[in-house]
């Protein structure tokens, strides 16, 4: 801001609409931080591909107690985003949407009305998600200072975001395009970075595995010059688990320790921890399964998420029951059912509930063969039913038809074995 060097005074008013100004500025701040903190630069997580996010531990949630600083619900929101309590966020971030839209914010409203959308695609509500995400849109649309477009650019990510989650890659394609060409218009490296990124995910989701990686490579190139930074350190993470997918196993642990050392240096806990669990994921990938299980283990010991450390466990059971080692998995199992009930409602919630599931009854069908016990049998199909429908009940309250989709088939290939189909009927029906 340049100061005038003409008179020393300044009337009231002069003074009232420069501290309004300021306050103004600091908030446009805070929400573009916040829109970088709620996004990541890669999306969708398919079921059996758990991954992690930026959280912070469930005993430091915000009170939910109602004020009229919209800045101030924002805040909320962001803890009880990055704590995983989507729900809340929802509730919290309504309040700002509403408070903002009463002041006639335009700017500070389609900001929050874009991170709104972030949480309802976390729990699966996807078409309050679309409605928020187009209000926000519509509102920045012919904006063109550059603070304006980094704010529209972050809200087109998003909708990307939602594209790709429903389907639609190519569409989502098109829009993390756009978002390049704005911040490559407005000087934003970083943001052209994850642009980038997001393109070879799109490019994935389509097949296109080659073009996928040249994009990949590129971003690589780009962020070897950068300082350390937690977007770096987050960035890095996501070439590598996106490596991963396609299958450049030794470029993507490269990465993912280039992030992993970044994460430490910033003392970054959380950051630590998704960088130790997608080391574990490449380990994993590799047959390094003692790596691999150290690599979980340590995630569990470092990350402040409580979804991030029953996903570690979730793969370190899998990786037991490979192994066939048994007495090893059961003692994990009553440590992963302790903590599912705790973490808030979500799309990754359920998830993990259907993971647990299907691992519960391959233990106990485990413990069964080598024990030649019916107990253990009946047992696993009676627990992994009853997980399963609850499952689908929760699924069915988000509105969430994939995930919905995705816990029904796995009921029905627990009873394909057993054939008790009206049993079946009779859990998914069960409020």
Excluded at 122 to 150: H, V
Aim: one cysteine or more.
């Amino acid at each position: 801001m340049v100061k005038s060097k003409g008179t020393s005074k300044e009337t009231l008013p002069a003074r009232g609409a420069k501290t309004l100004a300021k306050f103004l500025c600091l908030v446009l701040y805070f929400l573009i931080a916040l829109l970088c903190i709620l996004t990541s630069p890669l999306l969708a997580k398919v079921p059996n591909s758990i991954s992690s996010s930026s959280q912070l531990p469930i005993n430091s949630l915000t009170s939910l107690a109602v004020t009229a600083d919209p800045a101030s619900l924002l805040q909320q929101g962001k803890v009880l985003y990055s704590n995983g309590n989507y729900t809340k966020a929802v509730e919290v971030l309504q309040q700002a949407v509403q408070t903002y839209r009463q002041q006639g914010e335009s700017l500070t409203l389609a900001a929050t009305l874009s991170n709104l959308s972030l949480a309802y695609q976390q729990l699966g509500a996807w078409s309050q998600a679309q409605e928020a995400i187009t209000e926000s849109l519509n509102l920045l649309k012919g904006q063109d200072e550059n603070q304006n477009l980094q704010i529209f650019a972050q809200s087109l990510d998003i909708q990307g975001r939602l594209q790709l989650a429903m389907g639609q890659p190519d569409a989502a394609l098109t829009t993390w395009r756009q978002t390049e060409e704005i911040y490559k218009q407005t000087n934003n490296k970083s943001g052209v970075v994850r642009s980038l990124i997001n393109q070879a995910q799109a490019w994935q989701a389509q097949g296109f595995y080659p073009r996928a990686v040249k994009t990949l490579d590129q971003v690589k190139e780009t962020l070897e010059s950068k300082p350390d930074s937690i977007e770096k350190t987050v960035s890095l993470r996501s070439l590598g688990d996106a490596l991963l997918v396609v299958g450049d196993l030794k470029k993507s642990r490269e990465a993912l320790e280039q992030s992993l050392t970044i994460a430490r240096n910033l003392q970054s806990n959380s950051d630590i921890g998704a960088s130790l669990f997608s080391l574990g994921n490449n380990a994993r990938k590799q047959q390094e399964k003692p790596q691999a299980i150290a690599y979980y283990q340590q995630t569990v010991e470092a990350s402040p998420s409580p979804l991030t450390k029953i996903q570690a466990q979730l793969n370190h059971l899998g990786l037991l029951i490979e192994d066939q080692e048994w007495a090893k998995a059961q003692t994990l199992l009553p440590l992963i059912e302790s903590q599912l009930d705790q973490i808030p409602l979500s799309r990754a919630s359920i998830y993990a509930h259907v993971n647990y599931s299907q691992s519960l009854a391959k233990v106990k069908s485990g413990i069964l063969h080598a024990s030649n016990s019916n107990y253990y049998l009946e047992s696993s199909k009676k627990d992994s039913a009853v997980l399963l429908a609850r499952a689908i009940q929760q699924s069915h309250s988000l509105g969430d038809k994939r995930a919905e989709a995705y816990a029904l088939k796995s009921l029905g290939g627990l009873y394909e074995e057993t054939r008790q189909w009206t049993e079946a009927q009779k859990l998914t029906q069960e409020d």
